[in-house]
């Protein structure tokens, strides 16, 4: 406690450093006031009052633009005048900056300089606006214009011996237009190496709920969520990451419903939330979200639904037919002897030493289960990016088919997504492992030939750089070199190929971290309006619970250079593959309705649709296990798989590290440095570590420490990786478990540390000890 004593010097201000890093005790609610005044003034600061005035009030309206932060959808019907958060808000403001980085800002900068900017830094320089080459050798970019940009490319593609030495990244801000076209143009091109940020995100729930429900998509919608009685939020942040959630989640509560929130930390947004579009959320101390925490040890969550499933069968067993969905599980599903065979064998002892929650926590989550009529999990992170983190949602869907809570009103799995539009542009084909049927439609639409081997994933890609099968790298968005693992790898595997290009809206260290030659390519954002041949044109994306919508942006652009990513890669498409090439291009990239026309018979669930999408909220797209309860899996059925229970001890003097995001970021966007519910103001080096662990590892509160991974590595070798000068802060986490933010942490995680199945780095539970700074 003395350690507490020193640190709480200044006030309820934990005060390390006097310049910069201020700790106050973290919130306990979310939004309010602050919520309101922050989003103004990040949209001031960056844009001026008209413009922060004119952008906010389109946002997520029927004629405006998706919101190009998360992916959380509007509510149907309902929208309000300001449909956004403060998120939101700072996402808009990040793209719609009047500042500008143009060719004398780059002849200015040195790349060598740049380089020792942080992400903050580069990312509030403002938007990109000419198309820039790095040539060997060289400093500097400078300028080029789009057609040698693009002879560039392609002359490099064609020299390749195997398309297979290229790979084709992709962000998930891209429209569905621009998604469907780019990976048409890449398996014209002739290869399936399309990674993706789901491959570091939700490729996870893809993968569980392809094998058992059939679909690798979210099951319910607003309105069902509205209608729960019980929902389990669990690994997930909403509070900062889809902040609009929390609104949802108030309406439900009002209607009846209970939310228990599974996390190893107590996240402001989750215990307590204030509607800044509300009066009593800008009044009053707000509305309570979340009935129960469950404060799990990292790891733990496979270990909670295993025990939970136990505990509900042994209450079938004390009252037969009063728990299970008989008529559902033996009508509609296949496993579940095997399952309930294996659950019976469960030790609840571990369960209990896995989670750290108590055997009275369990039952009281067992009873809410079985009193429950319409139960609802939502999950994000916290769950995905774990080594078991496909078999932990496998058994969060076996709980809820024990009771048959899919394909009914209220009830089903809820994977939270990402990027705005990441779902959408997997529906539009850019997996390094689509489908047959869906290559089939491809070629037959366009009589060309797609590959048929799969494609190399995020990791595959880094390791096939890394060993020389791969020297070309393109992203349609994002920042790769940030975003991956094992940053001394990844940049190392980038800085080996002989091109990288990126189409980008902002500067990033993906421009920084190059091959020996590079290119930046400034593309148009949500925001900007799009005039191509036919005039102003709309893209359409895809949300978290399948409603496909139109978006437009109505800000000038950036500059005059700028192109929209249907323009680039129709502009790339044209030069690489010539002018016999059987795609029109050149039509698609006149007007966007030829490019829905195609999609419409290509992708299922698009029939007709340039006339639906234009409806005022769009369409949704069909979900089988949804809509029917029809099951489209290898046994026709909704499957139980039995899985092996993992869990993360912590080892001696080891702990256990997350790695997640503050409330000032976007990924590796960095808005500010402050992270206010939890209490921190001015800084991201920052460890949150119990009290016990920072009293039983001999150090004090505010100490500045090294973080040190180890991994044994395939070849048997090991090898130490570090992330320096961290401050200790003391934080309610479990006991061993500690969590920092990323990208900072991205060099701790080795590139072979990934969740079996879905390849996923594992970005939640990397084994650190802590080394003091002299
Ligand atoms: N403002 C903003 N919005 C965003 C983003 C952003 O960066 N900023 N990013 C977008 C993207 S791409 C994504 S994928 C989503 C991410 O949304 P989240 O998944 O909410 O993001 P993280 O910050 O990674 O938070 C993970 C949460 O899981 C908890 N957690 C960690 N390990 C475990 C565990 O083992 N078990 C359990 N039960 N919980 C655990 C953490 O404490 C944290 O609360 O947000 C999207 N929205
Ligand atoms: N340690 C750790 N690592 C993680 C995670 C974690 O939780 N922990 N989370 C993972 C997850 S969930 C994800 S999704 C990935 C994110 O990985 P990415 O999606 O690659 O990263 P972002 O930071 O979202 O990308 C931001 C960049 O995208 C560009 N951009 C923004 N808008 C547009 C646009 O409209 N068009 C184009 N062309 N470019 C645009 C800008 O140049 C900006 O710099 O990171 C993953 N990495
Ligand atoms: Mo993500």
């Not at 990312?123 to 400078?142: A, C, D, F, I, K």
């Not at 639904?305 to 042994?314: S, T, V």
Request: one cysteine or more; hydrophobic letters at 40%; proline letters at 6%.
């Amino acid at each position: 406690m003395e350690d507490l004593e020193e640190f709480e010097r200044d006030g309820d201000r934990y005060r390390f450093d006097e310049r910069h890093l201020v700790v106050t005790p973290a919130k306990s609610y979310a939004a309010g006031v602050p919520a309101v005044l922050v989003s103004l003034r990040r949209g001031m600061e960056q844009m001026g009052a008209t413009r922060t005035a004119r952008t906010l009030l389109k946002l997520n309206q029927p004629d405006g633009f998706d919101c190009p932060g998360c992916a959380w959808p509007e509510t149907p019907g309902h929208r309000k005048q300001a449909e956004f958060c403060e998120n939101g808000a700072k996402a808009v403001a990040e793209e719609a900056t009047t500042r500008r980085v143009g060719p004398e800002f780059f002849a200015a900068h040195p790349i060598s300089e740049l380089l020792r900017q942080t992400d903050y830094w580069l990312g509030q320089q403002g938007r990109l606006t000419h198309p820039m080459v790095r040539w060997p050798g060289s400093n500097h970019y400078e300028p080029i214009d789009w057609q040698g940009a693009f002879e560039l490319i392609a002359g490099k593609l064609r020299t390749l011996p195997s398309p297979d030495q290229a790979v084709f990244y992709t962000s998930g801000r891209t429209s569905n237009e621009a998604a469907f076209l780019y990976q048409l143009l890449v398996r014209s091109y002739g290869t399936n190496n399309l990674p993706d940020c789901s491959n570091m995100c939700h490729e996870s729930s893809g993968t569980a709920l392809t094998q058992t429900i059939g679909i690798g998509k979210g099951s319910v919608s607003v309105t069902d969520l509205e209608s729960a009685d019980l929902i389990l939020v669990v690994g997930q942040n909403p509070g900062t990451n889809h902040p609009r959630m929390l609104s949802v989640l108030e309406k439900s509560k009002a209607n009846g419903a209970r939310v228990i929130a599974v996390n190893p930390l107590p996240e402001a947004g989750l215990l307590r939330f204030k509607d800044p579009q509300r009066l009593h959320g800008v009044l009053g101390d707000g509305v309570v979200i979340a009935d129960e925490f469950l404060q799990i040890r990292i790891g733990g969550d496979q270990a909670l639904f295993q025990g939970l499933a136990k505990l509900l069968l042994e209450a079938e067993d004390r009252n037969p037919g009063t728990v299970l969905d008989r008529a559902f599980i033996d009508s509609s599903c296949a496993g579940f002897e095997e399952y309930r065979a294996h659950i019976r064998g469960l030790d609840l002892r571990k369960v209990v030493e896995a989670t750290g929650l108590t055997s009275a926590q369990l039952e009281g989550t067992a009873r809410a289960l079985i009193d429950s009529k319409r139960t609802i999990i939502c999950w994000a992170m916290g769950l995905t990016q774990h080594v078991h983190g496909v078999a932990t949602i496998q058994d969060a869907v076996s709980l809820l088919l024990m009771r048959g809570m899919i394909g009914k009103r209220g009830a089903g799995v809820c994977p939270v997504r990402g990027h705005s539009n990441v779902q959408g542009d997997r529906t539009m084909g850019v997996w390094e492992k689509m489908p047959e049927r869906f290559l089939a439609a491809l070629d037959a639409e366009f009589g060309i030939e797609s590959p048929r081997a799969h494609g190399l994933d995020a990791v595959d890609s880094i390791r096939a750089m890394r060993d020389g099968k791969v020297s070309v790298f393109v992203g349609m968005g994002g920042n790769f070199a940030a975003a991956m693992s094992d940053t001394e790898v990844t940049e190392a595997a980038l800085r080996s190929c002989a091109l990288t290009v990126q189409v980008s809206t902002k500067l990033s260290r993906s421009h920084l971290v190059h091959g020996r030659t590079a290119l930046i390519l400034p593309s148009l954002g949500r925001t900007d309006t799009d005039i191509q041949e036919t005039g102003k044109q709309r893209v359409s994306v895809e949300d978290s619970m399948s409603m496909v919508h139109l978006s437009r942006g109505s800000l000038p652009p950036a500059g005059p250079q700028l192109r929209s990513e249907v323009a680039i890669v129709c502009g790339l498409a044209q030069v690489l593959l010539g002018a016999g090439h059987p795609v029109p291009w050149g039509e698609f990239m006149k007007d966007y309705d030829r490019i829905r026309d195609s999609i419409s018979r290509v992708v299922p669930g698009f029939a007709n649709f340039n006339s639906r999408v234009r409806q005022p909220d769009g369409f949704e797209l069909p979900h089988p296990p949804r809509d029917e309860r029809r099951f489209d899996t290898a046994t026709g059925k909704a499957n139980f798989v039995v899985n092996e229970l993992r869990w993360v001890p912590v080892p001696p003097g080891r702990l256990i590290l997350q790695t997640m995001r503050s409330h000032d970021q976007y990924n590796t966007t960095i808005y500010g440095l402050d992270d206010r519910y939890r209490g921190v103001k001015g800084g991201r080096r920052v460890l949150f570590i119990a009290l016990e662990d920072i009293a039983a590892l001999g150090f004090a509160a505010g100490d500045r420490v090294d973080l040190v991974s180890h991994w044994t590595e395939a070849d048997g070798g090991s090898r130490e990786r570090r992330a320096e000068n961290f401050r200790l802060v003391p934080y309610s986490t479990p006991a061993g478990n500690v969590a920092a933010y990323y990208p900072e942490t991205n060099p701790l995680i080795p590139l072979d540390h990934v969740a079996d199945q879905s390849n996923t780095p594992v970005s939640k539970a990397i084994p650190i000890r802590l080394e003091r700074r002299p």
